[in-house]
């Protein structure tokens, strides 16, 4: 079985480039060469550079032995959030921007939601002097204010997004619309698996990095040759496809992605996209997509900023279709009890997103034995308010 | 005959064209709008069908279709007000809109609706020309409707003669490399943009759209096309207070003044 995209930009019935003219000939430029690119020995060695010297790569793969006890089986923690800015984005930040500069552009705008991928992109901008744009909806600015601080330190402009429902979708249209609007000296770094082919297939590449340590990791630190299970949160699913990618062909791996189900599916307050949606077109690529009746985008919920997408990536649609990849969700609550459980048992901080995939921990009865890897996408650092406010209600106080 | 044809067949030059949101400013609004801007003197009208999420639109656009959705409007209630709308309005009407609705509402049930209505052609900006030949032209000709298609400045001579090829009615030119809004004036850039499409000789007639907002830019469009379109500029002028019938026909006759 063949998972990556065709020549025509699809996977299967998903994906494509919906886009308006205006966006053409960037998107043509950047599919003509990501491939070349990213082949080039010149840019394979920075990028290996930048990732071993810069990031902190590989990031350890632990193995969590008082959650295990817990749980009664083998966990083992996919340590991203130890990485440089605290998160999995700046693996594909550093690559983007590796290809932007070889496209010869000097522009750099991105998205964001929660706040990590602008970080993870003024981060990489600071670094190669290149200009940055974030743009930010103005709901999210306000409930992640260090993290917009964060960037301005790093010298990026952010802007707000006040159109819309002022969060990640309305942020991302808006980098489109820039993107139309300066076609010749802008490179658009997308943070997701998500918009219009090759950026799908791009950052996959690029975050695929994750699988590819797993493989020498899980030999060396658990004795198997193969977990037999990878545990992902998914939003756009850009750790989720890094996480499961050299594993996709491997069917004694289950792979398991957890969406957020914010106060639960029935409660309508929800981002789980594989339950709620159906199939649609989002930022100029077909997939699964809440939506109303009649065609129009809907707001998702989720106390996880970096999960309440509409959409998700192409390539989740496809694996979910194939049931290559078994799609469930968690609520807020199961999330935050997870987050408490692993800081408690492992001294760890997780953030909001990754503790979905930990939630899932208990919603399944594993053996003994199994090998069970968690990505543990990013730290909790910025979701410390939300943390201490549950805490003080002594809710998970445990 | 599509109306589209028979408008470039009978008006050589000055067509002005005439967007604005179904829906907006208020849920009944685009019936009379239609109307009024017909009696006005608009030779063509491209009724937006509202998006929740409208990516190549600017920020006047933006809040209609916002407005618009909040009232409640819909595609199906949409045609519903279209129902009886060529009794008494014999200009082109076209529907502009982003393509999700357009797929959710079914593509052959909307070109079916749409011919009912008399709508002559369709504008969707997110549909890419391969994709609308390989996957949707035979059902829109079976039903006599023109998309309409966007040229950029950024489109290359090569790709415009492959649009031209596929196009009917007329190509949409897009004035600048932007989102939809309005401009004051033209640059050199725009205006070299404009002088080579019209040496390319394409079979299609052309208009000239976004950033049109005065009568100096609808002039200059005349001048390098057969005509334009205006959009954010209309947008706004429904949105004021007043005479809306008062309103359209001043902005109208402003624009076409000798």
């Known amino acids: 079985m063949n998972f990556n995209v065709d020549e025509r930009g699809y996977y299967g019935e998903f994906g494509g480039a919906y886009i308006p003219e ?130 301005k330190m790093l010298g990026a402009e952010v802007i707000a997004v006040t159109s819309g429902n002022k969060t990640l979708k309305d942020a991302t249209n808006e980098a ?90 029935k409660s309508g307050e929800t981002a789980a996209t594989m339950v709620m949606g159906r199939p649609g077109i989002i930022h100029g690529s077909r997939t699964m997509l809440m939506q109303t009746d009649d065609g129009q985008i809907t707001e998702p919920y989720s106390i996880s900023a970096g999960l309440d997408y509409p959409g998700i990536g192409p390539i989740h649609s496809y694996l979910h279709k194939l049931k290559r990849v078994i799609f469930d969700n968690v609520t807020d609550d199961e999330a935050l009890e997870a987050a408490f459980r692993l800081t408690r048992l492992e001294g760890i901080v997780p953030a909001l997103e990754s503790a979905h995939a930990l939630a899932w921990l208990g919603k399944h009865r594993f053996n003994k034995e199994d090998v069970v890897v968690v990505t543990i996408s990013g730290r909790g650092d910025k979701d410390m308010d939300t943390y201490i406010k549950y805490m003080e209600k002594g809710i998970f106080n445990l | 005959m599509n109306r589209i044809d028979k408008l470039f067949r009978q008006k050589t030059g000055n067509i002005l064209s005439v967007y604005f949101t179904a829906g907006y400013p208020k849920l009944d609004s685009t019936v009379g709008i239609i ?49 009886n709308i060529r009794d ?7 529907l502009m809109g982003y393509l999700n609705p357009v797929i959710q509402f079914g593509v052959e049930n909307f070109c079916l609706k749409c011919s009912e209505t008399g709508i002559d052609g369709i504008i969707i900006p997110d549909l890419p020309p391969l994709i609308y030949s390989e996957q949707y032209f035979s059902v829109f000709n079976h039903y006599d409707l023109y998309n309409i298609l966007l040229v950029s400045p950024q489109s290359s001579d090569e790709r415009i003669f492959a649009i031209d090829k596929i196009s009917r009615g007329f190509i949409y030119i897009v004035s600048s490399s932007s989102i939809t809004g309005t401009k004051d004036k033209f640059t050199d850039t725009q205006i ?35 005509g334009g379109i205006i959009g954010s500029a209309f947008v706004k002028v429904i949105g004021q207070e007043g005479n809306l019938n008062e309103n359209v026909s001043q902005f109208i006759s402003n624009l076409k003044e000798k």
């Open chain 2, 192 to 226: 070299s943009y404009f002088r080579r499409i019209q040496e390319m000789n394409l079979k299609n007639p052309g208009l000239i759209g976004f950033g049109i907002s005065n009568r100096e830019t609808f002039v200059v469009a005349g001048q390098y096309s057969r």
């Open chain 1, 176 to 265: 489109i619309r820039d993107w139309i609007g300066n076609p010749v000296d802008t490179y658009y770094i997308i943070g997701s698996v998500v918009g219009p082919h090759p950026y799908p297939d791009l950052v996959t590449r690029l975050q695929s990095v994750i699988s590819e340590e797993m493989k020498l990791q899980v030999r060396e630190v658990s004795g198997k040759e193969n977990p037999d299970y990878i545990i992902a949160c998914v939003g756009g699913g850009s750790n989720a496809i890094g996480s499961f990618y050299h594993y996709l062909t491997n069917e004694h791996v289950k792979l398991i992605a957890v969406e957020a189900g914010g106060k639960g599916i």
């Open chain 2, 88 to 94: 008494e309005v014999k200009i082109p009407l076209l």
């Open chain 2, 35 to 83: 109307k009024a801007l017909e009696n006005a003197g608009a030779d063509m009208i491209e009724i937006g069908i509202p998006f929740s999420d409208p990516m190549a639109d600017g920020p006047v656009i933006q809040r209609s279709n916002e407005r618009a959705l909040k009232n409640g409007m819909t595609l199906n209630l949409l045609f519903d007000q279209l129902n």
């Open chain 1, 22 to 151: 205006m966006m053409y000939s960037d998107i043509k430029e950047l599919k003509d060469n990501y491939i070349k690119i990213l082949d080039d020995e010149k840019f394979k060695d920075e990028f290996h550079s930048l990732l071993k010297h810069y990031v902190g790569r590989p990031s350890p793969l632990f193995f969590a032995s008082r959650l295990s006890s817990y749980h009664g089986t083998k966990i083992f923690l996919k340590r991203e959030d130890l990485n440089h800015t605290g998160a999995h984005k700046i693996n594909n930040t550093i690559g983007q921007i590796l290809i932007a500069k070889s496209l010869g552009k000097s522009r750099i705008i991105a998205e964001t939601g929660a706040g990590q991928h602008g970080v993870a992109t003024a981060t990489v901008c600071a670094l190669m002097g290149m200009k940055c744009i974030v743009f930010m909806g103005q709901t999210d600015i306000e409930r992640q204010s260090p993290n917009v601080l964060r960037m």
